[in-house]
């Protein structure tokens, strides 16, 4: 898997894939990640990649060349991208779904360009030029597109195989299923007067695996009902929804 991500603030990116399991990806040569500072593609002296908008109004735009000039030089080196993402508050949110949709585009590895947007953004021009497919992280205002692209970074490449340990770890993540994660639980079996259920202590394998599915069900129903119109669920799980619905009235 091979991404490339576009910034003024190389650091801030290169710091986020310093630690945890991205890091181990990058090292064990799973994840190729490059970072770009987008004032080498420049070419005045004073290296500016913004001006002001055109129309007027507040704060400053990015301009468009030096990030097309970024773009065509990151496919010149190392290779036409499957996708060039502009990550922005304009964009289509960002779930598991797109993910795994990017984590798939081509078989042996996706190819991502991950553009950092700053100030009050990105001369539209870009978007047409170079292809770009804006993505959103949430309904909120960051103050540019380094954070959210360590976000996308983490998020796909956890669905890559050879990046978590345990790929069963993966497929039991909140969303992978359509339903948030069930509670867990680890020693003592009791703390601070709050014991660990009881079923979970049993050895009862099918047990726990009924007892996990409906208090995923149940957590879900109290925190994202909306994710239930579009998860998988069979007959035992509209059963056990039925009955914790019953629970509430």
Same mark, same amino acid.
């Given at each position: 898997?091979?991404?490339?991500?576009?910034?003024?603030?190389?650091?801030?990116?290169?710091?986020?894939?310093?630690?945890?399991?991205?890091?181990?990806?990058?090292?064990?040569?799973?994840?190729?990640?490059?970072?770009?500072?987008?004032?080498?593609?420049?070419?005045? $002296?004073?290296?500016?990649?913004?001006?002001?908008?055109?129309?007027?109004?507040?704060?400053?735009?990015?301009?468009?060349?030096?990030?097309?000039?970024?773009?065509?030089?990151?496919?010149?080196?190392?290779?036409?991208?499957?996708?060039?993402?502009?990550?922005?508050?304009?964009?289509?949110?960002?779930?598991?779904?797109?993910?795994?949709?990017?984590?798939?585009? $081509?078989?042996?590895?996706?190819?991502?360009?991950?553009?950092?947007? $700053?100030?009050?953004?990105?001369?539209?021009?870009?978007?047409?030029?170079?292809?770009?497919?804006?993505?959103?992280?949430?309904?909120?205002?960051?103050?540019?597109?380094?954070?959210?692209?360590?976000?996308?970074?983490?998020?796909?490449?956890?669905?890559?195989?050879?990046?978590?340990?345990?790929?069963?770890?993966?497929?039991?993540?909140?969303?992978?299923?359509?339903?948030?994660?069930?509670?867990?639980?680890?020693?003592?079996?009791?703390?601070?007067?709050?014991?660990?259920?009881?079923?979970?202590?049993?050895?009862?394998?099918?047990?726990?695996? !009924?007892?996990?599915? !409906?208090?995923?069900?149940?957590?879900?129903?109290?925190?994202?009902?909306?994710?239930?119109?579009?998860?998988?669920?069979?007959?035992?799980?509209?059963?056990?929804?039925?009955?914790?619905?019953?629970?509430?009235?």
């Amino acid at each position: 898997m091979k991404f490339d991500v576009v910034t003024i603030f190389p650091r801030m990116i290169e710091a986020g894939l310093a630690e945890g399991v991205i890091s181990r990806g990058i090292a064990a040569g799973v994840l190729d990640v490059a970072v770009h500072d987008l004032r080498d593609f420049t070419t005045d $002296r004073h290296r500016s990649v913004d001006d002001v908008p055109y129309g007027g109004g507040p704060g400053m735009v990015m301009k468009p060349e030096p990030l097309v000039r970024a773009c065509e030089a990151i496919r010149q080196a190392r290779g036409t991208p499957d996708a060039v993402i502009a990550l922005s508050p304009q964009g289509r949110q960002f779930d598991q779904a797109a993910a795994a949709r990017l984590s798939g585009i $081509r078989n042996g590895g996706a190819h991502l360009v991950l553009l950092c947007g $700053r100030y009050e953004g990105v001369d539209e021009r870009v978007l047409d030029l170079v292809g770009a497919e804006e993505l959103s992280i949430g309904d909120y205002v960051l103050s540019g597109g380094e954070l959210a692209a360590l976000v996308v970074i983490d998020a796909v490449s956890r669905l890559v195989p050879g990046v978590v340990g345990d790929d069963q770890s993966v497929q039991e993540d909140s969303f992978s299923s359509g339903l948030l994660d069930h509670p867990h639980y680890t020693r003592p079996a009791e703390f601070a007067g709050k014991a660990v259920p009881d079923v979970l202590l049993s050895g009862h394998h099918a047990e726990v695996r !009924k007892w996990r599915r !409906k208090a995923a069900l149940a957590r879900t129903l109290e925190r994202r009902p909306d994710l239930l119109e579009s998860a998988a669920l069979d007959e035992g799980d509209r059963a056990a929804l039925d009955e914790l619905r019953r629970s509430k009235t």
